[in-house]
């Protein structure tokens, strides 16, 4: 038998379950480069003022944050892709409401919708993208996911210019279709088959990730291993198992870093990125720069995949953190110029905003944007993991919510400037926090990892 897997199924299943991550980078983006044809009333008819606009902009994190609660007991009894094709339904089902609005209200149930399909995929996914790969390409893998979301978000960008509201709508319907029709031919993981002691078909599916000539006797015995290994030790339920110090520590980790990735600012930039061009005046064409900051981030995503495994976690999310630091302060320097120099002053700055953008969009990618993600499947118990990472996922949209929904009024009473400072103050605080209590979990199994989650500092 071969000593080597075939490493290129594992590339394969983690790049079709991608593409539903591509349908859910298309719900994000959605608003970012139609917000005036939405104003004109160019859907079916429908105008939207800016306060519906915020409302259809914000309200698939309603709908995600309601799917992430379940959807990881969902995973846990009937399976990754079993639960990952649930998500279909409502998705499809959002984009035909939305093709056939009548009113603001069927735009808003449609992005609910597609808010609750893409919410509770993006929980079970990355969980789906650990439990098949090896753990030398676990990182490359799980950020798959992370390079097609946010190409949907440039997708979006891209065909909301090109096409008509309609046809860019019925562009984002086939994108669940497409992973529907292509991820129904991947296995389901031979972790969960273990857990459900079908020993058989958990082999099978191993073959089928690695190729049929390779010995997979040490990887079942190893994952045996990890659903025998308790690291809550003689604890058997699941709130006792989340008491423990270490898996206490993974949620307050995993939990920080859901937070300080919302408030990097970047639901304001992907769903508003035309209104902020806008806003400062650049003579640049709204929707080329909304095109062209979706485009670097999809750039970041490559560079972050490229290099995950290889320079770590730490470094990857504390260099991503500076550089989004640094964007919404150039930002906010703008919006904080605008209001005090003259027109003349101000069109030699006038750069920054759009530099901001690119900058931004280019370095969450890199870090910020997929490492959370990452570390909830790496630090949790695998025991515990998929039901944590509902609730995680859950607190996140909720916090995607509240930045969403309330920018427009924040910064109509502190101002742009003030609140792009305030995400860069946020940002600031991460790169500690990052830096002394997060443990490196790079080419580490999971009971490799366990010791630095015991440390209550990682340099104790």
Request: with cysteine; aromatic share 16%; proline share 3%.
């Amino acid at each position: 038998m071969s000593k080597k897997p075939e490493r290129w199924r594992q590339y394969y299943a983690a790049f079709t379950i991608s593409i539903g991550a591509w349908g859910y980078g298309t719900v994000l983006g959605w608003p970012s480069n139609i917000t005036n044809n939405l104003r004109a009333g160019e859907l079916n008819g429908v105008k939207m003022t800016d306060t519906q606009l915020s409302w259809a902009g914000s309200v698939p994190t309603l709908g995600a944050m309601f799917s992430c609660l379940v959807i990881g007991f969902i995973a846990d009894a009937i399976g990754r892709k079993t639960a990952c094709f649930i998500t279909l339904g409502p998705s499809i089902l959002g984009w035909i409401l939305i093709l056939s609005a009548q009113n603001v209200e069927m735009v808003y149930s449609g992005r609910f919708l597609t808010g609750l399909g893409g919410g509770g995929f993006v929980v079970v996914a990355p969980v789906y993208t650990t439990e098949i790969s090896e753990t030398i390409i676990r990182g490359t893998c799980g950020l798959i996911l992370q390079i097609l979301l946010i190409f949907g978000v440039f997708y979006s960008n891209v065909m909301g210019w090109i096409f008509s509201v309609f046809f860019f709508n019925f562009s984002c319907l086939l994108v669940p279709i497409l992973f529907g029709v292509l991820f129904i031919f991947q296995p389901e993981t031979p972790f969960y088959y273990l857990e459900k002691g079908k020993k058989e078909e958990a082999e099978d599916s191993l073959r089928r990730l690695r190729g049929k000539d390779y010995d997979i006797t040490e990887e079942i015995n190893y994952i045996i291993h990890l659903i025998e290994f308790r690291p809550e030790r003689s604890f058997k339920t699941f709130v006792a198992a989340i008491r423990t110090k270490a898996q206490i520590k993974a949620t307050i980790i995993c939990f920080m870093l859901m937070w300080y990735q919302k408030y990097s600012g970047v639901n304001v930039i992907v769903f508003y990125t035309k209104d902020v061009f806008i806003a400062s005046g650049i003579r640049m064409k709204e929707e080329l720069g909304v095109i062209l900051t979706g485009g670097v981030g999809v750039l970041g995503t490559f560079v972050c995949v490229a290099a995950v495994d290889y320079f770590g976690r730490i470094a990857l999310f504390v260099t991503s953190t500076f550089l989004c630091m640094t964007s919404t302060f150039c930002i906010g320097l703008f919006f904080h110029l605008k209001e005090t120099w003259s027109m003349e002053d101000l069109n030699k700055v006038e750069f920054l905003p759009a530099l901001g953008m690119i900058l931004f969009l280019f370095s969450f990618n890199l870090g910020i944007g997929s490492i959370p993600w990452l570390s909830c499947s790496e630090l949790w118990a695998p025991s515990i993991k998929a039901k944590l990472g509902s609730v995680a996922c859950a607190f996140n949209w909720s916090q995607a919510f509240v930045v969403s929904r309330y920018y427009f009024a924040v910064s109509s009473a502190i101002g742009i400037a003030n609140t792009f400072f305030i995400f860069t103050l946020i940002s600031c605080s991460s790169i500690f926090f990052v830096i002394f209590f997060i443990p490196e979990t790079k080419n580490k199994r999971y009971d490799e990892i366990l010791p630095g989650l015991e440390k209550f500092c990682t340099y104790c």
